[in-house]
């Protein structure tokens, strides 16, 4: 019985292995696995949160909110409402970042459609959101608002937020102090 010796082969394995294992980009001391993306998914933006007082008190908070869709695909939000919006909450956050107030978008809405489609197609889609909210106090300096939630009917039903933006108010008329 003859055997080949294994040191011949060690420098051609060795040569076969480096191409495989990852390197890190020029200038990126991260190891690959912290640098690369996250997987597709959907992202939700707060581009702007704004506060307006209605007579009685009450709050109707305004916000420029967008879905990027980036699976490459449409999703299909299943909704009783009227938006892909509609599995969405808004926070506002006191200036120590705890919870002032929460609401969902549809708090204040009626449903009219049972388990309706509504198609969110890849790329961005945004929405002005309204949301009539109660009993908060009358000073909101420095509060700020996030929007978190999901899409009902997809694979992300939860799991989204918005990076919190300044909840901005209109300066008072004169009198009403």
Do not use: K
Request: aromatic letters at 6%.
């Amino acid at each position: 019985m003859s055997y080949t010796p294994l040191r011949p082969l060690v420098p051609v394995l060795a040569f076969a292995v480096v191409p495989v294992l990852p390197a890190c980009p020029r200038g990126n001391p991260q190891p690959p696995e912290a640098s690369q993306a996250a997987a597709p998914g959907v992202s939700l933006v707060l581009a702007s949160a704004s506060a307006e007082r209605w007579d009685g008190g009450d709050l109707l908070v305004r916000c420029a909110a967008t879905l990027h869709n980036d699976t490459g695909r449409e999703l299909t939000v299943r909704t009783n409402f009227h938006s892909a919006f509609d599995g969405l909450s808004i926070v506002l956050l006191r200036p120590d970042g705890s919870e002032l107030a929460r609401q969902a978008y549809n708090y204040h809405q009626s449903p009219y459609a049972e388990d309706q489609a509504i198609p969110l197609p890849p790329g961005p889609t945004t929405e002005e959101l309204g949301f009539p909210l109660r009993d908060l106090p009358r000073d909101l300096e420095g509060v700020r608002a996030r929007l978190e939630g999901g899409l009902p009917g997809t694979e992300f039903p939860d799991g989204l937020a918005s990076d919190p933006v300044p909840l901005v108010q209109p300066p008072a008329p004169p009198g009403s102090g």
